[in-house]
């Protein structure tokens, strides 16, 4: 299988988080293990705007874990605040 979907000098293992309502490994989970004080819909709120900002990005990318291609979160480092 072709690995167009891994970025040139980056390998990735296992699974990305997604934004997606039905996914096993939502990405709001990340967002309240670091704010343990917000409940899941100020989290998803939160992976919303920063979608719409572009601080996030979906992405297909080859899950190993699944072995196939899946849509998965990426971090658009040029949008990342300092």
């Known amino acids: 299988m072709a690995r167009r ?3 040139p000098g980056r390998r990735f293992k296992g699974r990305r988080f997604s934004a997606r309502k039905r996914a096993a ?3 709001w989970v990340v967002v309240q293990k670091h704010f ?3 409940v899941q819909a100020q ?3 939160i992976i919303e705007t920063w ?3 572009g601080v996030l990005y979906e992405q297909e990318y ?3 874990k699944l072995r196939g291609i899946r ?4 971090v658009n480092d040029a949008k990342r605040p300092n």
Not at 71 to 74: A, Q, S
């Open 62 to 64: 080859y899950d190993t």
């Open 5 to 7: 979907h891994h970025r």
């Open 51 to 53: 979608l719409k900002n």
């Open 71 to 74: 849509m998965g979160l990426f």
């Open 25 to 27: 490994n939502q990405a």
């Open 36 to 38: 343990p004080e917000l």
């Open 43 to 45: 989290c998803e709120e």
